[in-house]
C-alpha cells in the first residue's frame, strides 16, 4: 500500500515519520508531455533542486523509441531511446515504434496489452511507464553519483487519471505505483499536482492566502483550491488547508487532436463526402488524431481496410494521402505539426491585431505531400477548442462550489503546466475569478518543485 499522503481522499495527510530517512528520495513529475525529477540538495535554499535530463534541459518529453534498426540476431530486447532523441529518432525515420503521450493509457485496458514493436518484440503499456521511470532514476544516479538511488520518492498524480470512474482512476494509480516499484522504487507516495504546485507558489510568499492552482498539462486540467502562508509551510499534514480539488481529462493533447481534426487531416479526407453523397467514414481520423492510438491505426490490418474504400472517396487526391501518412506511419509527426500550430496560434494571438498575424500564416505539411501549404485558419481553430475550453472553465467553477467559495474569495489564481502557454485558455479561465491576482509560475516546473518539497518533508531530515 501507498502512503496515507496518496489517498485522494485525504491528500496531504501526514505519514508516520521516519527519522532514519535523510537523502535518499527524489520526487517525479511523470507527465503526459513532459516530466521532471527533483532530488534533495542541502546547498539550495529550501533544500530542493531539479536535476538535467537531457543535456542541459530539467524536463524529459515523455516519450520512449524503440529502436530495432540494426537489431543483432538474438538480442534480448530493442534499444530505447528517450525523450527528444526518441523524438529525433522517430523523425530521421528509423526503423521501431515510438511511445508518447504514455500516461494516458493508465487506468484503461492499453496498459496491460502488448505492443508490437518490431523484429519479434513487444512491450506492455504499463512496462513503457516504468521504462520511463527507470530513466529518470539513472538521470539521479548521474546527478548525484556518490548517493545511493533513491529508494523514496513522492509522484504527482492528476486529480483524476479517469473522469466519473472512481474504480478506474484508482486502477491508474496502483499501475503507476506498480511502474515506479519496477523501475526501482522501494516506498512510494502521491501526491496531487495542482497541490504541488501550490506548494511551490508557497515558498515565496510573505503573507497567508487562498490560492486557486490550474494546473493544466498534456492531458488533464487539475483545479485546487489551497490555503498557503509562511505560518503553514512548516506542517507536514495539509489536509486542512486543502479546501477542494476538481479536475477533468482534458488538456494539451486534446488541442492538439482538434487542430490536427480542423486544420490537417481534411486535406486527407476528414469530413469530405464521396460520390454518394455520404461522409467519409470518421474513425481512421480520430484514431490518428489521438497520440496513443496513432500506432493501431498504422496497424497493415487498417491500411489495407482504408486502401480497399478508395471509392468512397469523391477527390482521389484525400484518399492517397491518407495512405500516404498510414503507409509511412507519419500519424506521430501530423500531431507535432498540430501541436507547433497551437504554440504558433497562442503566439500569433499575442499580436494587437491577431487576425491580421494569423491571415497570411500557413502550415508546411510535406508529410502529407511535398509542397502543400495550409492555411493557419485561427479562427476555425480557436473553434474547435471552445467546447474544450469551456469544460476546463466550468472545472474552475465545480472547484468554487466544492469549496464553498465565491470568486472574489479567491486571493491568487496560479498557473502551471504546458498548456498554460496557450492565451485563450487562460483568459477564459482568468475571466471566472476577474478579481483574483494573477500568477504565473514555471509551466514546467512548478510541480516537479512542489513534489520535491513535500518528499523533503515526508522523508528528509
Known sequence: MSDPVSSPAR???????????????????????????????????????????????????????????????????????????????????????????????LGSALAGQATDIGAGHAVR????????????????????????????????????????????????QAELEAAARAAGLREVAFQFEPIAAALDHEAGLQAEERVLVADIGGGTSDFSIVRVGPQRRARLDR??????????????????????????????????????????????????????????????????????????????????????VLREQLGHALLARAEGAKIALSDALEAVDAVAATAAAELAVDDIERGLRLPLDA?????????????????????LRRAGLRADQVDTLYFTGGSTG?????AAIAARCPQARVVHGDRLASVARGLGLQARRLYGA
Not at 481534426?261 to 474513425?283: D, F, K, N, Q, W
Not at 467546447?387 to 472547484?399: G, K
Open 239 to 324: 489536509a486542512d488547508d486543502i479546501l477542494a480539488s476538481h479536475g477533468v481529462h482534458v488538456a494539451g493533447t486534446d488541442f492538439d487532436r482538434h487542430i490536427d481534426l480542423a486544420l490537417l487531416l481534411p486535406a486527407c479526407g476528414y469530413r469530405t463526402r464521396g460520390p454518394s453523397g455520404r461522409e467519409v467514414p470518421s474513425r481512421i481520423y480520430f484514431d490518428l488524431a489521438t497520440w496513443h492510438l496513432v500506432h493501431a491505426a498504422q496497424q497493415p490490418s487498417r491500411v489495407a481496410e482504408i486502401a480497399r474504400m478508395k471509392g468512397d472517396y469523391a477527390d482521389a487526391r484525400h484518399h492517397a494521402r491518407l495512405l500516404h
Open 11 to 105: 491528500p496531504g495527510a501526514a505519514p508516520e515519520s521516519r527519522p532514519d530517512v535523510r537523502a535518499d528520495w527524489c520526487a517525479i513529475d511523470f507527465g503526459t508531455s513532459n516530466s521532471a525529477l527533483a532530488l534533495a540538495d542541502a546547498q539550495a535554499a529550501d533544500g530542493v533542486r531539479l536535476v538535467p535530463l537531457e543535456g542541459a534541459d530539467v524536463t524529459l518529453p515523455s516519450a520512449v523509441f524503440y529502436d530495432i534498426e540494426d537489431l543483432p540476431r538474438g538480442a534480448q530486447a530493442p534499444r530505447r531511446l528517450y525523450g527528444r532523441a526518441a523524438l529525433a529518432a522517430y523523425r530521421e525515420g528509423r526503423e521501431g515504434r515510438l511511445m508518447r503521450s504514455i500516461k494516458s493509457i
Open 379 to 399: 479562427p476555425l481553430a480557436l473553434a474547435a477548442l471552445q467546447p474544450d475550453l469551456r469544460r476546463i472553465a466550468d472545472a474552475l467553477e465545480e472547484t
Open 125 to 172: 503499456g504499463q512496462d513503457v511507464v516504468g521504462h520511463l521511470l527507470g530513466r529518470l532514476l539513472e538521470q539521479a544516479r548521474v546527478a548525484a553519483p556518490d548517493r545511493p538511488l533513491p529508494q523514496h520518492a513522492v509522484l504527482g498524480r492528476p486529480v483524476h487519471f479517469v473522469d466519473d470512474d472512481p474504480q478506474r482512476d484508482a486502477q491508474a
Open 422 to 426: 496557450l492565451r485563450p485558455l487562460t
